[in-house]
């Protein structure tokens, strides 16, 4: 049987158990084995949440399996099941999460409703909002990796990165909107502003702005198999002769470097070696 132990004047905070936990604002129904909930119900009517740290309105409230973890914020952590060995920080971080082990979340709903997320780091707002099966994955970025499906073991870097992507598990999306709505972009390397953007092909790699994304018609890449650099990243040259004469050292290029280019008489991709 737990005794209360009131440890301040103003009676806001007191002891039961192991735990430390708040009396104005009021928590109960807590777990009273090593841990602090501090804040209007925090970690009422959880289960499981030894040697945990629940910090702000309804932070880990009705949470399951979540000991020895943090969640720091408002609401989060909000009844998360299976959320053990996890960093929930911000507003409603990790909110209804399922099956979030050994993660951290970091930042407004960052992780919120999420699936399956096992092992994973999502940092920024909304990163990660609802995803589902993104174990062994990290989306940084506001929105990275929202709402995206089966993107496990993948690295979304960038504001909307991977954003709505479906199947885009073994992937790197880095940049801007890369890999935004992607479906089915599994084995895939998109880098750049919109690379890969609306891509629907598998085991592509695609470089530069826009690359594999028509924006004039919203319309992304469909073939499998694919390496994509965008025409804004390779300049096009009528043949040779014109190439080595725009790249040299004295119009601004600098030795040591290989300069590609696309030649319009070969159409083959070639380089000038300086």
């Known amino acids: 049987m737990s005794t209360l132990i009131q440890i301040n004047k103003s009676g806001s905070v ?15 129904s807590f777990d009273t084995v090593n841990g602090i909930y501090l804040g209007l119900n925090a970690g009422a009517n959880a289960t499981g949440s030894t040697n945990s740290n629940f ?32 960093n929930f920080l911000g507003n409603s971080a990790g909110y209804q999460a399922v099956d979030s082990r050994n993660c951290n979340f970091l930042g407004y709903r960052a992780g919120y409703g999420v699936t399956t997320s096992i092992a994973c780091n999502f940092l920024g707002f909304n990163t990660g909002f609802q995803s589902s099966n993104s174990g062994f994955s990290n989306f940084i970025g506001n929105q990275a990796g929202y709402d995206a499906d089966s993107s496990y073991n993948s690295n979304f870097f960038g504001q909307s990165a991977g954003y709505e992507a479906d199947n885009a598990y073994h992937s ?62 390779l300049p096009s040259y009528l043949n040779r002769a014109a190439a080595v004469a725009a790249i040299t050292v004295a119009l601004g290029a600098v030795a ?19």
Not at 56 to 84: K, P, V
Not at 260 to 274: D, S
């Open 256 to 274: 040591g470097s290989t300069y590609l280019y696309y030649n319009e008489t070969t159409f083959a991709i070639e380089g000038v070696r300086l």
């Open 172 to 233: 790197n999306f880095i940049g801007s909107y890369a890999g935004l709505q992607a479906t089915n972009a599994n084995n895939c390397n998109f880098i750049g502003e919109s690379a890969g953007r609306k891509n629907s092909g598998n085991n592509v790699t695609a470089i530069g702005r826009d690359a594999g994304f028509n924006s004039s018609i919203n319309t992304g890449n469909s073939l499998n198999g694919m390496f994509i650099i965008s025409n804004s990243n």
């Open 14 to 28: 007191a002891t039961s158990g192991s735990s430390l936990y708040s009396t104005n604002p009021s928590t109960s």
């Open 55 to 86: 910090l702000g309105y309804q932070s880990g409230l009705s949470a399951t399996n979540s000991y020895s973890s943090n969640f720091l914020g408002n609401s989060a952590g909000y009844q998360a099941t299976g959320a053990y060995y996890s």
